[in-house]
């Protein structure tokens, strides 16, 4: 059976004047240590999805079971990366890696082991002691991902974790984030919107739609890791994606001007 | 020598009015009962400073040194100022803090503090005698209302604008309620309580002297009223100088509290 089961999904959100229908209809398996990616234009739900898989904002109707498990709220089993790394600022960033099993009353012991190998598998070891504020864009991130790692949950989810950061670093992390993924193999929600990216990591891209949010494409990427973004294959399918992804990209500008002239 | 540079361009200013003022007084210029020259008040000054009687037998060196008028009165009013700070703040921020987090609490206390917001702690003061009687604690009351209002506003402010996405952060790590609030919303919220301090701690000074005035028979401010029944102009402008200096200190040792609890924030440098 799927880790993740996403079965007639609905969200609704309701707004002064109209509701707007953010996913309909949404059916998705999971399998354990697969990489995922939700891959769509803003406004498609992608985001939505993500937040109803990690029990932030639970679906209007349908339901997502999680190991057969019905998702009523957030929880540790689902750990979360934001874009905006949402660091704990007044902690350092051992503290920021260790505050998960504090709250869970971990040994302090077991603690400080789990946070003295996440250090070192994701090279923060320099920076222990520093706050976030000293750190650039994409060491910050780092810290989200070993601080979701320090959980030991099976899933991770990912909110546009690159988004922010710059070409070199982004894929300096998606490098990294590969590695630890192999490694531990842990189940891998990834929200996107660069096509690219999904290509590069992904097992597997769900392509979704403007809203309504659906499934546009469902397509399974089998090539080799790591991928060479300059091959033949590569390209082929990023034209293919693109194409997708642009006809939902129309839809939402034009949606955009649409409201403009209303205004 | 960058530094000697601008503190002697700050200094020229003072400098420049202090000779001004001496030179006044030595030709003449101003009543000597009225405003004394800088030297008679620098003179008055050392002398308010100095102990007033000599050593006593059995008496240690330093017990007699700090025995002077000026820094028991000093001391009683500092004494003051962290007495009454201490309730009223510690009032205010468990009652600011539930206020920011449960609007319940916000709706039912609001409109009372908004109303008692706007009567200065100086209105208080027939009460506070009324109450209290005389001595410390009307001081006490009148400084705690002075501190109370920043403290507990700021903390409102602080817990409120706390960003939603370090809490979604810590339900998703798995935090209960209390610990969202002790070591998420607390932290978070530390820069605006912090701000509430420094603004409640200068009302609490500028109240302990006005409450000094009334009901007590020492500190900074009854010093200086005492001093205008016997004409001292002098001993009054060397009580002024006093206030500042200790409102300084007061003010630089809350500014380094404030620099070490918030070396995480981003907009300060250590």
Request: net charge neutral; with cysteine; charged share 20%.
């Amino acid at each position: 059976m799927a880790q993740i089961i996403v079965n007639n999904v609905q969200k609704v959100f309701k707004t002064p004047g109209k509701d707007v229908i953010a996913l309909k209809d949404i059916n998705l398996e999971i399998k354990a240590g697969e990489f995922v990616c939700l891959l769509g234009p803003s406004g498609c739900g992608k985001s939505t999805l993500l937040n109803a898989v990690a029990g932030f904002a639970l679906p209007s109707a349908g339901e997502i079971t999680v190991e057969g498990k019905k998702i009523t709220g957030p929880g540790p089993d689902r750990g979360m990366v934001f874009q905006e790394y949402a660091l704990f600022p007044w902690m350092t960033v051992a503290q920021n890696i260790a505050f998960g099993l504090e709250i869970q009353k971990k040994e302090k012991a077991e603690i400080d082991l789990t946070v003295n190998q996440l250090l070192d598998l994701l090279h923060l070891n320099d920076f222990r002691d520093r706050f976030p504020k000293d750190l650039s864009g994409g060491m910050r991130q780092r810290v989200a991902i070993a601080r979701v790692l320090a959980l030991d949950s099976p899933i991770m989810l990912m909110d546009e974790p690159f988004g922010a950061l710059d070409a070199l670093t982004r894929r300096n992390l998606q490098d990294e984030l590969l590695r630890i993924w192999e490694k531990l193999g842990k189940t891998i929600l990834f929200v996107t919107h660069s096509i690219e990216e999904s290509i590069y990591l992904a097992d597997r891209i769900v392509v979704m739609t403007y809203r309504p949010g659906t499934v546009k494409r469902d397509q399974v990427v089998d090539m080799p890791r790591p991928r060479d973004p300059s091959s033949a294959a590569f390209n082929d399918l990023k034209r293919e994606l693109g194409r997708l992804v642009m006809e939902e990209q129309q839809r939402h500008a034009d949606a955009e001007l649409k409201l403009a002239a209303i205004d | 020598m960058k530094n000697l540079k601008d503190f002697l361009h700050g200094a020229l200013v003072p400098v420049l009015l202090l000779i001004l003022w001496e030179a006044g007084s030595r030709f003449g210029l101003f009543s000597e009962v009225l405003l004394p020259s800088p030297t008679a008040v620098a003179a008055k000054w050392w002398a308010y400073l100095l102990p007033m009687q000599p050593q006593e037998a059995g008496q240690s060196y330093l017990a007699w040194l700090i025995s002077g008028e000026l820094l028991h009165d000093a001391y009683s009013s500092l004494f003051r100022v962290i007495a009454g700070f201490v309730i009223g703040a510690g009032l205010a921020l468990p009652l600011g803090l539930l206020m920011g987090a449960s609007p319940r609490t916000y709706d039912l206390f609001n409109p009372l503090m908004q109303i008692l917001r706007p009567i200065p702690p100086i209105a208080y003061i027939p009460l506070a005698i009324l109450w209290f009687g005389l001595g410390n604690p009307p001081s006490f009351f009148l400084i705690a209302i002075g501190a109370f209002f920043p403290v507990l506003m700021n903390t409102i402010a602080g817990v409120r604008q706390v960003d939603g996405i370090f809490l979604r952060a810590a339900r998703n790590l798995g935090v209960g309620q209390w610990t969202m609030f002790t070591r998420v919303i607390l932290p978070a919220a530390t820069p605006y309580i912090l701000a509430g301090v420094r603004i409640g701690i200068g009302t609490a000074f500028i109240v302990v002297i006005v409450s000094e005035m009334i009901a007590v028979n020492d500190g900074l401010g009854f010093r200086i009223l005492e001093a205008r029944e016997f004409m001292w102009s002098d001993k009054i402008i060397a009580g002024m100088i006093t206030i500042g200096l200790l409102g300084l200190f007061i003010d630089s040792a809350v500014s380094r509290l404030n620099n070490h609890l918030l070396r995480w924030h981003r907009g300060l440098e250590h």
